[in-house]
C-alpha cells in the first residue's frame, strides 16, 4: 500500500520523530504529567501515508506507553486492516500525550499545551491524509463545535493535510450500528488516497 521512499529519506525522518520524542517525553507543561503512568507519544511509520489521530490515552494506553492498544484499538487494527493498511504502516498518535484522570474529556489548557507535539509530528511525517477519530478529535484540530454528523462524508483541508473524519473506536463499541457509517467514511478516505496516488504516479506531461 506504501509508496516507496528512499532509505535515507526513512532514516531521516525516523531520527527527527525520536528527537522529538526524547525532546517532548519529560513534558511537564500541565498538571497531567502529575498523573500519568507514561507519555504516549505515538508509533507508527515514520514516513506513513496515513496518520490516525485520537483523542487521549486511555488506562491501557498510558500503562504501556502505546497509543491505541486496548479494546478500541483492536478494532482500529481492524478498520485499518480493512482499508488495506497493516498497522506498522500508518502513524497513530493522540491530540493529548498523556491521559487525562478517568479519561474525562480533554481541557483546552491541556490541549494548548500539547498540540505543539502533534504539529510536530505531521511536519515530520508528511502524511497524504489523516484520519480523525471522534467528535473531540475532531472539534480540536478543526477549532469548532459541530457535531460529528456535520463533518463526516467529506475531505477537510487543515494546514496542508487532507482529513476525514470517521467515529472513534470506542464510540463503535458501544453502538456498533455505527459501524456502516463508519465503513462509508473509510472508503470515501481510500478513494481519495487512491486518487492522489494516481496523481503522483502519472506522467507529467502526457500528450
Ligand atoms: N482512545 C484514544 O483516543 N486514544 C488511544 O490511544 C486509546 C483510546
Known amino acids: 500500500m506504501h509508496d ?8 531521516a525522518s525516523l531520527k527527527e520523530l525520536t528527537l522529538l520524542f526524547e525532546t517532548a517525553k519529560g513534558c ?5 504529567a ?8 505515538g508509533e507508527g511509520n515514520a514516513q506513513a501515508e496515513l496518520v490516525v489521530i485520537g483523542e487521549a490515552p486511555g488506562a491501557e494506553e498510558d500503562a504501556s506507553g502505546r497509543p491505541f492498544v486496548g479494546r478500541s484499538g483492536q478494532l482500529l487494527n481492524k478498520i ?11 502513524y497513530i498518535c493522540n491530540i493529548l500525550k498523556c491521559r487525562p484522570p478517568g479519561n474525562r474529556n480533554p481541557l483546552q489548557g491541556e490541549i494548548d499545551c500539547c498540540m505543539p507535539w502533534l504539529l510536530g509530528q505531521l511536519q515530520i511525517v508528511k502524511p497524504k491524509v489523516i484520519l480523525i477519530l471522534g467528535k473531540v478529535a475532531a472539534n480540536t484540530i478543526f477549532e469548532n463545535k459541530l457535531p460529528l454528523g456535520a463533518m463526516r462524508g467529506k ?5 496542508e493535510f487532507d482529513c476525514f473524519i470517521t467515529y472513534h473506536p470506542a464510540a463503535l463499541l458501544r453502538n456498533p450500528e455505527w459501524k456502516r457509517g463508519c465503513w462509508e467514511d473509510i472508503q ?20
Open 155 to 159: 475531505v477537510i483541508t487543515w494546514k
Open 28 to 32: 511537564r507543561k500541565c498538571q497531567l
Open 80 to 90: 485499518l486492516q480493512a482499508a488495506g493498511f497493516s498497522r506498522e504502516e500508518v
Open 4 to 11: 516507496t521512499v528512499s532509505g535515507e529519506e526513512c532514516t
Open 34 to 41: 502529575e498523573t500519568r503512568k507514561n507519555f504516549v507519544f
Open 188 to 207: 470515501l478516505m481510500m478513494g481519495h488516497y487512491e486518487k492522489l496516488r494516481a496523481k503522483k504516479s502519472a506522467p507529467e506531461n502526457e500528450n
